[in-house]
Antibody
Protein backbone atom coordinates (compact mmCIF):
# COMPACT_ATOMS: atom_id res chain seq x y z
CA UNK A 1 0.00 0.00 0.00
CA UNK A 2 1.10 3.58 -0.57
CA UNK A 3 2.98 5.03 2.38
CA UNK A 4 4.45 8.49 2.85
CA UNK A 5 6.38 9.21 6.05
CA UNK A 6 7.60 12.73 6.80
CA UNK A 7 10.45 13.52 9.15
CA UNK A 8 12.73 16.40 10.07
CA UNK A 9 10.29 18.71 11.83
CA UNK A 10 11.05 20.38 15.12
CA UNK A 11 11.61 23.71 16.83
CA UNK A 12 13.89 26.16 15.04
CA UNK A 13 14.78 29.80 15.57
CA UNK A 14 13.67 32.57 13.26
CA UNK A 15 16.05 32.95 10.32
CA UNK A 16 17.49 29.45 10.57
CA UNK A 17 17.11 26.49 8.20
CA UNK A 18 15.50 23.07 8.31
CA UNK A 19 15.21 20.19 5.87
CA UNK A 20 12.16 17.97 5.76
CA UNK A 21 12.19 14.49 4.24
CA UNK A 22 9.38 12.27 3.02
CA UNK A 23 10.13 8.57 2.57
CA UNK A 24 7.82 6.83 0.11
CA UNK A 25 6.95 3.19 -0.44
CA UNK A 26 4.30 1.02 -2.05
CA UNK A 27 4.36 2.63 -5.50
CA UNK A 28 6.72 3.50 -8.36
CA UNK A 29 8.14 6.68 -6.87
CA UNK A 30 9.70 7.99 -10.07
CA UNK A 31 6.33 8.01 -11.87
CA UNK A 32 4.48 10.56 -9.73
CA UNK A 33 4.55 14.28 -9.07
CA UNK A 34 4.79 15.17 -5.39
CA UNK A 35 3.53 18.09 -3.33
CA UNK A 36 4.24 19.75 0.00
CA UNK A 37 1.19 21.20 1.75
CA UNK A 38 1.18 22.89 5.15
CA UNK A 39 -1.38 23.74 7.79
CA UNK A 40 -0.78 26.30 10.52
CA UNK A 41 -2.29 25.40 13.90
CA UNK A 42 -6.06 25.87 13.76
CA UNK A 43 -5.91 27.17 10.19
CA UNK A 44 -6.66 25.91 6.70
CA UNK A 45 -4.53 24.10 4.16
CA UNK A 46 -1.88 25.99 2.21
CA UNK A 47 -0.19 24.56 -0.87
CA UNK A 48 3.61 24.99 -0.70
CA UNK A 49 5.34 23.38 -3.67
CA UNK A 50 5.23 20.69 -6.35
CA UNK A 51 7.92 18.73 -8.15
CA UNK A 52 7.36 16.77 -11.35
CA UNK A 53 7.85 13.03 -11.53
CA UNK A 54 11.32 13.44 -13.06
CA UNK A 55 12.38 16.40 -10.91
CA UNK A 56 12.75 18.71 -13.89
CA UNK A 57 9.90 21.06 -13.00
CA UNK A 58 9.36 22.75 -9.65
CA UNK A 59 6.80 25.38 -8.67
CA UNK A 60 6.25 27.26 -5.41
CA UNK A 61 3.70 29.33 -3.56
CA UNK A 62 4.59 33.01 -3.51
CA UNK A 63 4.87 32.86 0.29
CA UNK A 64 7.89 30.53 0.12
CA UNK A 65 9.44 31.34 -3.26
CA UNK A 66 13.14 32.09 -2.92
CA UNK A 67 13.31 30.60 0.59
CA UNK A 68 12.18 26.98 0.14
CA UNK A 69 13.50 24.39 -2.32
CA UNK A 70 11.72 21.17 -3.21
CA UNK A 71 13.78 18.24 -4.49
CA UNK A 72 13.60 14.49 -4.86
CA UNK A 73 15.94 11.52 -5.05
CA UNK A 74 14.28 8.87 -7.18
CA UNK A 75 17.01 6.37 -6.30
CA UNK A 76 16.11 6.71 -2.60
CA UNK A 77 12.33 7.12 -3.00
CA UNK A 78 12.58 10.30 -0.97
CA UNK A 79 11.16 13.81 -1.29
CA UNK A 80 12.75 16.81 0.40
CA UNK A 81 11.88 20.36 1.38
CA UNK A 82 14.80 22.64 2.22
CA UNK A 83 13.50 25.58 4.21
CA UNK A 84 15.75 28.62 4.68
CA UNK A 85 15.21 32.01 6.33
CA UNK A 86 12.38 30.60 8.40
CA UNK A 87 9.79 32.97 9.80
CA UNK A 88 7.21 32.65 12.56
CA UNK A 89 4.44 32.33 9.97
CA UNK A 90 6.09 29.19 8.58
CA UNK A 91 4.99 27.40 11.76
CA UNK A 92 2.75 24.57 10.58
CA UNK A 93 2.21 20.87 10.10
CA UNK A 94 3.92 19.97 6.83
CA UNK A 95 2.45 17.18 4.72
CA UNK A 96 3.94 15.49 1.69
CA UNK A 97 1.43 14.20 -0.81
CA UNK A 98 1.47 12.16 -4.00
CA UNK A 99 -0.48 13.07 -7.11
CA UNK A 100 -3.45 10.89 -7.87
CA UNK A 101 -2.39 10.06 -11.42
CA UNK A 102 1.09 9.20 -12.64
CA UNK A 103 3.37 11.25 -14.85
CA UNK A 104 1.64 14.53 -15.76
CA UNK A 105 -0.86 14.08 -12.95
CA UNK A 106 -4.25 15.43 -12.09
CA UNK A 107 -3.28 18.32 -9.85
CA UNK A 108 -4.73 16.51 -6.87
CA UNK A 109 -3.17 14.89 -3.82
CA UNK A 110 -4.41 11.33 -3.71
CA UNK A 111 -2.18 10.10 -0.88
CA UNK A 112 -0.89 12.01 2.15
CA UNK A 113 1.65 11.44 4.86
CA UNK A 114 0.83 11.93 8.53
CA UNK A 115 2.66 15.27 8.66
CA UNK A 116 5.61 16.68 10.56
CA UNK A 117 5.35 19.77 12.78
CA UNK A 118 7.67 22.73 12.26
CA UNK A 119 7.68 25.41 14.94
CA UNK A 120 9.59 28.62 14.28
CA UNK A 121 10.19 30.78 17.31
CA UNK A 122 12.43 33.59 18.35
CA UNK B 1 -2.65 33.95 -4.93
CA UNK B 2 -5.77 34.47 -2.82
CA UNK B 3 -7.54 31.50 -1.26
CA UNK B 4 -10.69 30.26 -2.96
CA UNK B 5 -13.87 31.29 -1.16
CA UNK B 6 -15.92 28.67 0.69
CA UNK B 7 -18.73 29.11 3.23
CA UNK B 8 -17.39 28.82 6.76
CA UNK B 9 -20.00 26.26 7.74
CA UNK B 10 -22.75 24.09 6.32
CA UNK B 11 -25.07 21.82 8.25
CA UNK B 12 -27.70 19.23 7.56
CA UNK B 13 -29.65 16.42 9.13
CA UNK B 14 -28.84 12.75 8.55
CA UNK B 15 -30.10 11.62 5.17
CA UNK B 16 -30.27 15.11 3.73
CA UNK B 17 -28.12 16.51 0.92
CA UNK B 18 -25.82 19.48 1.30
CA UNK B 19 -23.73 21.43 -1.17
CA UNK B 20 -20.48 23.28 -0.51
CA UNK B 21 -19.46 26.00 -2.95
CA UNK B 22 -15.93 27.03 -3.91
CA UNK B 23 -15.62 30.35 -5.73
CA UNK B 24 -12.52 31.47 -7.57
CA UNK B 25 -11.73 33.34 -10.74
CA UNK B 26 -11.11 32.66 -14.40
CA UNK B 27 -7.42 32.27 -13.48
CA UNK B 28 -8.06 29.23 -11.36
CA UNK B 29 -11.41 27.41 -10.94
CA UNK B 30 -12.94 28.84 -14.11
CA UNK B 31 -9.90 28.29 -16.27
CA UNK B 32 -8.97 24.70 -15.56
CA UNK B 33 -10.60 21.36 -14.82
CA UNK B 34 -8.12 20.68 -12.04
CA UNK B 35 -10.47 21.21 -9.10
CA UNK B 36 -10.25 18.75 -6.22
CA UNK B 37 -11.98 18.34 -2.85
CA UNK B 38 -10.57 17.08 0.45
CA UNK B 39 -12.12 15.91 3.71
CA UNK B 40 -10.23 16.39 6.95
CA UNK B 41 -11.22 15.03 10.33
CA UNK B 42 -9.69 16.64 13.43
CA UNK B 43 -6.07 15.66 13.96
CA UNK B 44 -5.94 13.68 10.72
CA UNK B 45 -4.36 14.18 7.32
CA UNK B 46 -6.68 15.32 4.53
CA UNK B 47 -8.33 12.72 2.31
CA UNK B 48 -9.04 13.20 -1.39
CA UNK B 49 -12.76 12.97 -2.17
CA UNK B 50 -13.02 14.38 -5.72
CA UNK B 51 -10.40 15.18 -8.38
CA UNK B 52 -10.57 16.78 -11.81
CA UNK B 53 -13.89 18.45 -10.91
CA UNK B 54 -16.07 15.36 -10.76
CA UNK B 55 -13.98 12.19 -10.50
CA UNK B 56 -14.16 9.99 -7.41
CA UNK B 57 -11.05 8.07 -6.32
CA UNK B 58 -11.45 4.38 -5.73
CA UNK B 59 -12.98 3.74 -2.32
CA UNK B 60 -14.79 7.05 -1.96
CA UNK B 61 -18.53 6.74 -1.48
CA UNK B 62 -20.75 7.66 -4.43
CA UNK B 63 -22.63 9.92 -2.02
CA UNK B 64 -19.94 12.47 -2.84
CA UNK B 65 -20.12 14.27 -6.18
CA UNK B 66 -18.47 17.31 -7.73
CA UNK B 67 -19.35 19.80 -10.42
CA UNK B 68 -18.32 23.18 -11.79
CA UNK B 69 -20.06 26.12 -13.40
CA UNK B 70 -18.04 29.13 -14.45
CA UNK B 71 -15.77 30.22 -11.61
CA UNK B 72 -17.59 28.19 -8.95
CA UNK B 73 -17.09 24.53 -8.13
CA UNK B 74 -19.39 22.55 -5.86
CA UNK B 75 -19.22 19.44 -3.69
CA UNK B 76 -22.51 17.70 -2.93
CA UNK B 77 -22.87 15.16 -0.16
CA UNK B 78 -26.08 13.17 -0.43
CA UNK B 79 -27.55 10.93 2.25
CA UNK B 80 -25.61 12.82 4.92
CA UNK B 81 -24.13 10.57 7.63
CA UNK B 82 -22.60 11.28 11.01
CA UNK B 83 -19.15 10.28 9.71
CA UNK B 84 -19.33 13.06 7.10
CA UNK B 85 -18.89 15.64 9.85
CA UNK B 86 -15.49 17.15 9.06
CA UNK B 87 -13.74 20.08 7.41
CA UNK B 88 -13.80 20.21 3.62
CA UNK B 89 -11.38 22.06 1.35
CA UNK B 90 -11.44 22.67 -2.37
CA UNK B 91 -8.29 23.20 -4.42
CA UNK B 92 -7.53 24.39 -7.93
CA UNK B 93 -4.63 24.72 -10.32
CA UNK B 94 -3.91 28.34 -11.20
CA UNK B 95 -2.52 30.28 -14.13
CA UNK B 96 0.59 30.99 -12.06
CA UNK B 97 1.55 27.30 -12.37
CA UNK B 98 0.67 26.88 -8.72
CA UNK B 99 -2.20 25.55 -6.68
CA UNK B 100 -4.54 27.23 -4.23
CA UNK B 101 -6.80 25.83 -1.52
CA UNK B 102 -10.15 27.12 -0.41
CA UNK B 103 -10.82 28.72 2.95
CA UNK B 104 -12.42 25.54 4.25
CA UNK B 105 -15.95 24.58 5.28
CA UNK B 106 -16.97 22.91 8.52
CA UNK B 107 -19.77 20.42 7.90
CA UNK B 108 -21.98 19.69 10.88
CA UNK B 109 -24.45 16.80 10.97
CA UNK B 110 -27.35 17.88 13.16
Amino acid sequence: QVQLVESGGGVVQTGRSLRLSCAASGFTFSSYALHWVRQAPGRGLEWVAIISYDGNNKYYADSVKGRFTISRDNSKNTLYLQMNSLRADDTAEYYCARDTINYYGSGSCGYWGQGTLVTVSS
Amino acid sequence: QSALTQPASVSGSPGQSITISCTGTSSDVGGYNYVSWYQQHPGKAPKLMIYAVSNRPSGVSNRFSGSKSGNTASLTISGLQAEDEADYYCSSYTSSTSYVFGTGTKVTVL
